[in-house]
C-alpha cells in the first residue's frame, strides 16, 4: 500500500468557519491531487500539484486553496466553509504523469458543513 | 474534452454469478485506462489498467479490455464472490495529462 495517510479523517464544521485538509505522503512522488466524492459524480479533480510550491486547478476549484511546501505534504483549505462543500475529500499521489502512471489514493476525509 | 460513462447500478447478484460493467469514454488523446474499486468504507485502490489498444488488465479474477474501436472498456469478472461487493470506477488519463477523469461509479452489490 502507498504511505499516504489524510487527516482529520472526519470533521463537522459550521458553515462559514475555515477548513483545512492534510495529505501527507511518505513515497517521495512529486505529483499530488485533491479530489471529492459525491453520488452520481464520481470523483471529481479540485487542485493538483506537480511540485514543490506549483498547484494547479481542477474542474471544481472554486471556494478551494492548496499548498505545498514540502514534497510530502498537500494541504487543501476551505476559507469560508458552505454546506455545498459537504463531501468526502480523497488525497492521491503518483510518481509520474498519471497518463501511464498509476495514481494511489488516501483513506478519505469526510467532511460536513452544517 | 476527456469524459468517461459507465453503467448505472446499483447491480446486485448472486454469489457466483457474471458480472460486466460497461465503460465507454471519449478522449482527445490516446488514452490510459484504469478500473478502480472501493469497498465500503474504504479509499479507491487500482484493480486494473490498460495503457494501448488490445491491451487486457487483469487482476483478482477481473478483466478489461482497451478497445479502441469501439472506446470501450468493460470490466468482467466470471463468478463474483460476497468479498466483490464494492463501487467500481472506470477512469481514464490522456498519455500527458496530469488528471485521471472519473465515471460516475456503479455500486455492486453480490448475494449470498
Known amino acids: 500500500d502507498a504511505g499516504i495517510t489524510q487527516s482529520p479523517r472526519h470533521k463537522v464544521t459550521e458553515t462559514g468557519t475555515p477548513v483545512t485538509l492534510r495529505c501527507h505522503q511518505t513515497?517521495?512522488?512529486?505529483?499530488m491531487y485533491w479530489y471529492r466524492q459525491d453520488p452520481g459524480h464520481g470523483l471529481r479533480l479540485i487542485h493538483y500539484s506537480y511540485g514543490v510550491k506549483d498547484t494547479d486547478k481542477g474542474e471544481v476549484s472554486d471556494g478551494y486553496s492548496v499548498s505545498r511546501s514540502k514534497t510530502e505534504d498537500f494541504l487543501l483549505t476551505l476559507e469560508s466553509a458552505t454546506s455545498s462543500q459537504t463531501s468526502v475529500y480523497f488525497c492521491?499521489?503518483?510518481?509520474?504523469?498519471?497518463?501511464?502512471?498509476?495514481?494511489?489514493f488516501g483513506p478519505g476525509t469526510r467532511l460536513t458543513v452544517l | 474534452g476527456n469524459s468517461v460513462t459507465q453503467m448505472e447500478g446499483p447491480v446486485t447478484l448472486s454469489e457466483e454469478a457474471f458480472l460486466t460493467i460497461n465503460c465507454t469514454y471519449t478522449a482527445t488523446g490516446y488514452p490510459s485506462l484504469f478500473w478502480y474499486v472501493q469497498y465500503p468504507g474504504e479509499g479507491l485502490q487500482l484493480l486494473l489498467k490498460?495503457?494501448?489498444?488490445?491491451d487486457k488488465g487483469s487482476n483478482k479474477g477481473f478483466e478489461a479490455t482497451y478497445r479502441k474501436e469501439t472506446t470501450s472498456f468493460h470490466l468482467e469478472k466470471g463468478s463474483v464472490q460476497v468479498s466483490d461487493s464494492a463501487v467500481y470506477f472506470c477512469?481514464?488519463?490522456?498519455?500527458?495529462?496530469?488528471?485521471?477523469?472519473f465515471g460516475a461509479g456503479t455500486t455492486v452489490t453480490v448475494r449470498a
Open positions: 477512469a481514464l488519463s490522456d498519455r500527458d495529462d496530469y488528471k485521471l477523469s
Open positions: 490498460a495503457t494501448k489498444a488490445d
Open positions: 492521491a499521489i503518483s510518481r509520474d504523469r498519471v497518463g501511464p502512471d498509476t495514481q494511489y
Open positions: 513515497e517521495n512522488h512529486r505529483y
